[in-house]
Structure formats: C-alpha cells, structure tokens
C-alpha cells in the first residue's frame, strides 16, 4: 500500500493511491519499492530523467517527489560527502487523484512518549562551532538543527494518521503526507521553495520566529519588526533566494512582499515572496539545481554552509529540511519540509527535526528555545496529550 495526501485547499484533500511506478534512488542504484529489486540506475541518470521534463508541461499522471536533504549536497558539487546507501530521492507516479474533504478519524487522540532529545549542552557545542565559523568569516547565517525522537504507545495505521491529520485545524499551506510501505512522511510545511503558475516561479522564505499565544500576534509582530536579528536574518535569505531565481532565466526576479507575517499554530514567522517570469523552457532538473536546497534551512552562503552543516550536524537530516514536489496536470508545487516527521510504522518511532539560523547577533539559549518551540508547534497542532 503505497499512497500520498496533500492539503489543496482549506476545505479539501488531495489523495492520490494506485501508483504504477514507485522508485527510491540512491547514488549508485535505485530500489524498486513494489519488487524489492535493486538495479543499476545512478542518480546522475536520475537527473538526466529529471531534465527531460519541462517546467511549463502538463504532466499526463500524478507524480510525488520526495527530495531528501542529501540530494542537494549532489547539486552543489559536493557528492563525496554523501555515502552510496544514503537514500537520495522517492519518485511515485499514481494513476488515480481524488479530491475530498477530510474524513473523520477513528483516532480521538495520539500520545507520543519523548524517546530521545538534543540536551542544552549538546546544543551549546554545535552552537560555539557555529559562531566559530561565523567569526571566522566562512558564512553570514548557518542554519542549526536536531532530531527529536517520539514513540507511540500502540502501531497506528498509516490510513489512521492521516486521516487524523488533515482532519486537524490550522494546517501549514503545503501539508503532505506519504506512506511507503513500512515509512512515513508527514509534514505539516508552511513554506515554500517553489511554485511554477503562469510562466512564473515563486518562491517563498521563511526566516524569523517568536512565540505566540493566542490573538496577541500583532503585537509579537511590532517587536519582530524591531529586531535587528530577525531583519537580518530575513534580509540575507531574501537575497539569497533572489539570486537562485535569477539563476533560472535572465536576472529580472522581484521580491514581491518582504517581511510579512506568517501564522502558525503557537508561533509568528515573517516570509518574504519572490518571483521570476521565465522566457524560457526550464527543465524541473535546472530549477531543483538552482534553488534545493531551500536556503532559508541551509545559511549563506549556501555551498560553504551545507559543508560546515554536515561537519557540526551529528546526523543525516534525509526528508527533513528536503523538498517534496508535486506534478499533477500544469501544476509544479514544491514546499520544503520544516515541520516534518520520518515515521517507522512497525518500531512506532517518529523522528522530528527542528531548529533555526544562527547569526552572529543570535543567543545560544534564545536559538534553543525557538528550537523547542518548533517541536511545541507540531505536538499541539496534533493535539498530543500535554500539550
């Protein structure tokens, strides 16, 4: 059983089922998820595959990509970096797509039982190198995260969970969830790396956040819009982005909003939105080159900072901090999975990541709490017992 569900809208459900090609690619090989065989299909062939299909066609069937983080360390050249069984991407093509509301769940409620978190000390460390970095002149912002590791008290079905998650209010824009078999993927991402309409492509940063609760959020915004630090650190990422855009097509992309605010559930992000009009047939191969990974989750500048991520980060961030993409009739949506759960059905373990950019003006216990305010924002969005 291998299906996909994405939110299209704020009163309806895409789920895509019945897929007829389902592949996961590693650097050397890819696995055949309904057989289980291996065979020789590099990721480079995988790119070639990737740049035979152009951003401004309409695709005959639905298909789901699932970039892990890793893949991006392969678009900026720094392939050694990456081990050969490293998953890379998930390429699902379906034969069916329904649109529907979303459907009461059997699951009332969902109790996850913390397994294993980041201590303050661990953090602190992780945090020193990066300031290290940053005083030592390789980067502007560096974008630190950790995993979170929760177990539920009984195996759930897949079916189960998300159908009590897009039953639930208050869902980011770009909510998906996929199951594969034995993993799930399910993110509640607000943001976006790209979005193909119109002979445009946008892009949509989210840099900066404070803590909210309940209807007081203009007056979190006033002092969001006075933090030097939160300008920053939007400022930089928006130029950034910009810059990747105008790698596209010819250097015309706009910033068409900057620093506005984003509402999510217990938390205040500011965004800004970009865009570039193409003159052009770009293929979806040049447009993942040019912007994957988001680089609101990496830093600036964005090669140097993957390389000082992967030596301070003691884990493989996979579908965390990737890009999922959907390909249904002229549509070509990709968010960037923040707010995202890795979740091994059978052992019931589900893997969070969370964190946040590190300049050289953050505090390390201020970075720490909006760390766990992330994860806070994802267990009362699931309404998880004790919180």
């Known amino acids: 059983m291998i299906f996909s569900r994405f939110k299209w809208d704020h009163q309806t459900v895409l789920e895509l089922d019945r897929p007829s090609t389902a592949y996961i690619y590693y650097r050397l090989h890819r696995l055949d998820l309904f057989t289980g065989f291996v065979e020789n299909f590099s990721i480079e062939e995988f790119k070639k595959k990737l740049d035979s299909i152009s951003l401004q066609e309409r695709v005959k069937r639905p298909v789901v990509y699932h970039f892990y983080y890793e893949y991006g360390l392969i678009d900026q050249g720094l392939i050694d970096l990456v081990p050969k069984e490293n998953p890379l991407v998930i390429e699902i093509e379906y034969q069916r797509s329904r649109k529907k509301s979303p459907q009461s769940p059997r699951i009332k409620k969902l109790n996850l039982q913390t397994l294993e978190r980041p201590t303050w000390s661990e953090y602190k460390v992780a945090f020193q190198k990066i300031q290290d970095e940053l005083l030592a002149g390789n980067c502007y912002q560096v974008n630190l995260t950790f995993p979170f590791d929760f177990m539920t008290e009984e195996m759930l079905d897949p079916r189960d969970i998300a159908d009590y998650f897009f039953f639930q209010k208050n869902l980011g824009a770009y909510a ?104 052009n047939e770009i293929s979806l ?20 900072v993957m390389e000082i991520i992967k030596a301070v980060e003691c884990f493989e961030r996979g579908i965390y901090c990737g890009s999922t993409l959907l390909c249904i009739g002229d549509k070509k949506i990709a968010s960037i999975n923040i707010r995202t759960a890795s979740i091994q059905i059978e052992n019931r373990v589900w893997r969070y990541g969370a964190g946040g950019g590190v300049t050289l003006l953050s505090r390390p216990v201020d970075e720490f709490k909006e760390m766990e305010a992330k994860v806070e924002s994802f267990l009362k969005l699931l309404k998880v017992s004790g919180h």
């Open 285 to 304: 191969d040049t447009t993942m080159n040019a912007l994957f990974p988001g680089g609101s989750i990496t830093g600036a500048p964005k090669k140097r």
């Open 176 to 279: 998906h969830a996929t199951f594969l078999g034995e993993e799930m993927i399910l993110s509640n991402s607000p943001e976006c790396l790209f979005h193909y309409k119109d002979d445009q492509v946008f892009t949509m940063p989210i840099k900066g956040t404070m803590k909210r609760s309940g209807k007081n959020w203009k007056e979190v915004w006033k002092k969001m819009l006075n933090s030097p630090k939160e300008e920053g650190e939007l400022l930089m990422i928006t130029d950034l982005l910009k810059n990747d855009l105008n790698r596209l097509d010819s250097p015309t992309a706009r910033v068409l909003k900057l620093r506005a605010p984003l509402l999510v559930p217990g938390l205040l992000h500011q965004y800004s939105l970009i865009a570039v009009r193409l003159k």
